[in-house]
Each structure stands twice: as C-alpha cells, then as structure tokens.
C-alpha cells in the first residue's frame, strides 16, 4: 500500500508563511511527480504546484512567485514553501504524487487526505 502523509497546515495572518510538507511511504518503485492541489469551499480543486522528480517544477498563475515547490528524492518527501500569503489562498491542500507502486506496471495518481491552510486578513 503507498500513504501520502501532509503536514505544515494551520492559521496565519495574510503576509506570513507556511511550509507544508509531504512523504510518500508503502511499497513504491519510482516517484515520477509530486506537487499539491487545493480547494477552497465552494470552488472547484485546482492545481497549485507540480514538480517532477528531476527537478522541474510549474506553478499556477495566482501562486506564482510567492510559493516554491522542491521535492528530497531521498527521503519522499515534498515540500511547498508559501510566502506571502493572502485570504483568497485559504483552502484544504491535497498532496498528489505520481508514481509506480512495487507491485504494478504502470504509474498511478495518489493523494493525501489534505490540510487545512487559512489566512486571515
């Protein structure tokens, strides 16, 4: 089985920061991307930040500048810097990975359970 584990949601005040953080874990093969989406209540989940396990990474346009995506390939593990954060970026986080799990042939899409990011004004 292959578990996504989010951490690094909470409260901040627009300006701050936050580091969200997540580990892929289970009988993987290969990591091929990792990266976040989001979902504010009453709006459609949206793609946030996508990074390959090369390095390249692509941002959504409302994010871009003030968030940074880096992936530790040793460890699983994704990180998404936010910096100056706003209101309207207040949504649940979902962690994504794309990966082939030990068993299978083929890569499959994963996610996590999600974490809760609000920003207050």
């Known amino acids: 089985q292959v578990h996504l584990v989010e951490s690094g949601g909470g409260l901040v005040q627009a300006g701050g920061s936050l580091r969200l953080s997540c580990t892929a874990s289970?009988?993987?093969?290969?990591?091929?991307?990792m990266g976040w989406h989001r979902q504010a209540p009453g709006n459609q989940r949206e793609l946030v930040a996508r990074?390959?396990?090369?390095?390249?990474?692509n941002y959504a346009d409302s994010v871009e500048g003030r968030f940074t995506l880096s992936m530790d390939n040793a460890k699983n593990t994704v990180y998404l810097q936010m910096n100056s954060l706003k209101p309207e970026d207040t949504a649940v986080y979902y962690c994504?990975?794309?990966?082939?799990?030990?068993?299978?042939?083929?890569?499959?899409?994963?996610w996590g359970k999600g974490t809760l990011v609000t920003v207050s004004s």
């Open positions: 289970g009988s993987i093969y290969s990591i091929h991307a």
């Open positions: 994504n990975a794309l990966l082939t799990a030990s068993t299978n042939w083929y890569g499959m899409d994963y």
């Open positions: 990074i390959t396990s090369g390095g390249s990474a």
